[in-house]
């Protein structure tokens, strides 16, 4: 066989076994993809990682201390109390923003005849805290975070919140911080790290996660009690994700063929770009090396943000729904929280001899989702609008949705 090259307006003829050489190189190539891509599903992926399968146990051990500490502060940091976000939307890592909701109570009315009783906004949390543990909900998670910006731990913050949450100015923030510091934002209230009571159900082996976090601020004087929350939904993870459990364990004959042709398809493809990945992987580290230098820079000149910009599990949310079951149980999570909440606020109240009739008549929107919250408080519309004696009173504005930059 020969191999004819255009050079220059004239034919070149290539001698026999530099064709072959290409062929046979190129077969080469070709099994040596094909094994890869066996090896990598069938060996690996299939018998490994699959959910049956899968052993956390056996999981590969670091190489390096390097590698071992930097596992452990992820693990930690998944513990954490801190929630880290470098994006307009606060609550990185735990979905979108389906549902907001805010309002203000008069806390300094008393009921007829009586006195109120103090109070601080400690008790009040521990208070909503303690009924909504008591639900009890299968999955359900009650943990106070302190939520902040990245951009404001170098310009921003006071001193006794950055010795805690930024202890070295080099190094990345830290996963936990004091439940006295806790405390004290919490009387605070306006700071720019806020605390936060967020109440997560785990649903669907993981696919569905319904968190809600809310905060309660009281203001000078404890005259006025302010009330937020905000509803977020990590949902189902995309179905190419998923492809790993309907792998068999070994392949059938139809698939090795399938396999075999798809690797012959790859390998042009990946012979063009293995020059080009060889070259990236050797100035890797001289890349790595800049972006040290940069970040270091930025964060010299007070402009570096250390919050998360993602989230693996938000990123690989499909934002769909596998059953129609996941639907009903993301507002079976979201609208049982939300009744408690408002039924301990109700409780509270009266408890403390304040007057609760403001509360207990208004029809609270939290978008349209149509909760019944009991001792007539629901949500039924885009307004937080009073009861049917005054159908016309507004407890506050439509709730706006929140927008990412």
Known sequence: MCVLVYQASTYTVLPPAYGVSLLLGYFAAWMIVAVEMFSMRYRVVARQLKRENFNPRHAPRPRNRTDAARIEAIELRDRGNVVMSSRFAPFVGHGDIYSSWSFALNTARPETGKQVIPFTIHDLNEHISTRIAALRLPGMEVAEVLVINGADLLFGIDNRIHAQVLRNSAGPPAAHVSEALLRELREVGTARARPYLAIRVTGWGGELVSTLFLRCALQPHNEIAFIEGSS????????????????????????????????????????????????????????????????????????????????????????????????????LYAKTVEHRVLDALVQFLEDHNIDSSELIQRQTTIYNSGLFAGRDISVTSSKIQAGVANPGTQLGGSPQPVKSR
């Open 232 to 331: 977020c939904l990590l949902t189902p993870v995309r179905e190419k994700y998923r492809a790993v459990d309907l792998l068999l364990n070994s392949p059938t004959l139809r698939q090795w063929f399938s396999l075999v042709g798809l690797a012959a398809l790859r390998t042009p493809m990946l012979l063009f770009i293995a020059p080009f990945s060889l070259i990236g992987d050797l100035v890797a580290p001289v890349l790595e090396w800049i972006e040290q230098r940069r970040q270091e820079r930025r964060i010299r000149l007070r402009s570096f943000n250390f919050g998360a910009e993602f989230s693996v599990r938000e990123a690989a949310s499909s934002q769909l729904y596998d059953r129609y079951f996941q639907l009903l149980d993301k507002e």
